[in-house]
């Protein structure tokens, strides 16, 4: 996330926003982010969010998702939500939603439905 | 939907809910209704949620969806509710979420993420 | 499974073939088969054949999984095959494939990707 | 694709192998590769795979796609196979499979179903 430049926008139990600029590098030869980009940063999110209801020290890996590209990308920054649906002793489903926001408002341009396992200690 | 003994419970723009009795011929020898029961509802509501956003006449398929299994379903009604996530002209992108209703209040089950397509004309 | 008639045709280490006859009270007003039959019988293909490579006694449960349809179901037998991804200790990757078979040969109806997870002890 | 250095290592009608060097810039600190970047190679050697089998000057987008994520992928290069399991007129539902080569041999780390749809002209 570090790489893409992401920030923690928000994080409540169960909810995180992780938020990003919409930079030429991340970007196609069309203007449009990576959809690689949105996918990552909703996958941080839905993480995140799974971990916000796991005890300290925990560490949480994802298992799978299936993600849906709704739009292409463009603007000025990108929102990646994940909230927890439910949340498991071992496994967490997550739900999560990107957006791209530019002046006039924003796009839904992804959603994503993720499983999460909380990684066994070392 | 009629084999199930479902009901359309709501209808509106881009959202369908469809209840059905959890009845024993449905359930598995533990008393859980069969997950394929849940699965077939949140499909059925899905696809008519896109429906519901198309032109008369227009006929939807599936063309693919996960879902998760949250919970097992026992209880009296089960509900499943889907929703337009993005309306497109040949495609749809649906979410649904199945509850189990029971006295004391009721259990997300299931939750999915569809893709719709609108069928070509015969 | 026993509701629809299905038996399982093959069982081996991580792979389980479940086939059931196509009967009018299994198929829509059309003749199709229901598409959540094939979904309930790849389902079962992929849980038994995650089930293979279990020691005695272990239950599955699914977690989620994604099915694309690919086309509609007819003819005189579907044909479930499912086979194990990755065996892990508690989550096994399961893919399954469903076929429609009649006097001509067979189609390809639907495939599926699994996650199934060992079932705690009661 | 240039972007992570991946070369078109396979082609043919319905099948496209991609392949890239694990090398440090795509990896975690913990030396594992970014799982966004199995996942990204997945997504095109689908993508691909679907172009091999539509008109001259088709173009192809990612509708939706579901990736489990199997193994944490290190060694030398990374390989992404897709191939087409149905291609319709508009829409081609594909597999990927990504495994992590090294000395010893190759780890499967991620599997993929994929929804691909052929671009409406401009």
Sequence with gaps: MATL????A??????????LAIEPRLSQQNGFLHAGVAVAALDSACGYAALTLMPAGAE??????????LAPASG???????????????????RG????????????VATMLAT???????
Tied chains: 1, 2, 3, 4.
């Design 97 to 108: 939603d990107a957006y791209a926001e530019h002046e006039a408002g924003r796009v839904h």
């Design 76 to 94: 000025v920054r990108l929102v990646a939500e994940g909230e927890v649906v439910r949340a498991g002793r071992t496994l967490t489903v997550c």
């Design 10 to 19: 928000d994080v409540a139990a169960g909810r995180v926003v992780i938020a």
């Design 5 to 8: 430049g992401a920030e923690l």
């Design 60 to 69: 949480v890996l994802s298992v799978e998702f299936k993600v849906n590209l």
């Design 116 to 122: 999460m396992v909380r990684r066994q200690a070392g």
